[in-house]
């Protein structure tokens, strides 16, 4: 079987490439070798590859930017994913997708589940329901993971801000109201090469979307604060002994796109499908605190 990765470049496709190559017959795609918003290209790239797999990492991300970026978000995170469906669906093979937490306004006082209704508060989080719903609407064979949180290695992320700003500010303000857990590119891999050996083994899961996240409860304020620890703790890091964290609300701290207050996923419905226990957050969160600063 043949596995083509879209946006090999980014935070989480680059953790894929690293994941897969070598293991799989794939070819990666960075969004230099492939602007998905190409669509001809796109189509073509598909067609001549014919895989029987195809992970689409690539995504407009920036959710702030996306406020004022709304036609290259949806392009990307939309159209382009239609293209991609479509395409998935004339050659019968599976198509995995990343979703994210965004779908969502956040009011639930509950865990979301996967058929629960969406109601996307931003541009960010609109063009990847759109995505979503194009998905559904081929009819394609379909895996969508729904994450919250994102953080690894490799390209921008929390922890990564969070010990940037330590190296010039002796204060920063971390919204404490926002409740969710992160989720590591290691486990999104982890739970992608378990599906995919599913399908290589016929043992195909249902279409579908399923929240794909760790299990426990956090926010923001306190995943800085577990950062500080460990940057004095275990690195002695001078920047974090000096450095206060304040925990302020959101309404406080404005940004561009309305986040969800509450981003927590119920993975109850993966958890079904795997035969290893989903961890809870800091398990994953903890390492790769130390793997960045030990860079």
């Keep these: 079987m043949k596995i083509i990765v879209l946006g090999s470049n980014g935070q989480l496709g680059t953790e894929l490439k690293n994941s897969l190559e070598g293991k799989y017959n794939a070819i990666f795609f960075s969004s230099k070798d492939l602007d998905i918003t190409n669509f001809s290209f796109l189509e073509r790239i598909i067609d001549q590859e014919k895989p029987d797999i195809l992970i689409n990492a690539a995504a407009y991300t920036a959710v702030d930017k996306a406020e004022i970026n709304k036609i290259r978000a949806f392009k990307v995170n939309d159209e382009a994913v239609n293209i991609i469906a479509r395409r998935i669906k004339l050659l019968n093979s599976y198509l995995i997708h990343y979703s994210t937490d965004y779908v969502f306004d956040g009011d639930k006082k509950e865990k979301y589940n996967e058929d629960d209704l969406t109601n996307p508060l931003s541009i960010y989080g609109k063009s990847k329901l759109a995505g979503e719903n194009k998905i559904v609407n081929t009819g394609c064979k379909h895996f969508i993971f729904r994450t919250s949180w994102v953080c690894g290695e490799n390209g921008k992320n929390f922890i990564k801000t969070i010990k940037n700003l330590s190296e010039n500010k002796k204060l920063i303000n971390v919204v404490n109201d926002q409740f969710g857990v992160p989720t590591s590119t290691n486990l ?56 206060s964290i304040k925990k302020v609300s959101s309404k406080e701290y404005k940004t561009a796109a309305t986040r969800p207050m509450n981003s927590l996923l119920s993975n109850k419905k993966l958890q079904s499908k795997l035969n290893f226990t989903l961890s809870g957050w800091e398990e994953d969160f903890i390492p790769l605190v130390r793997k960045i600063f030990e860079e």
């Design 188 to 243: 999104i891999c982890k739970v992608t090469k378990y599906l995919i050996r599913d399908i290589y083994n016929n043992n195909s899961w249902n279409s579908g979307i399923y929240n794909l996240v760790p299990n426990g409860e956090t926010n923001w304020y306190e995943m800085a604060i577990l950062i500080s620890k460990i940057a004095i703790s275990e690195f002695n890091n001078e920047n974090f002994k000096n450095l």
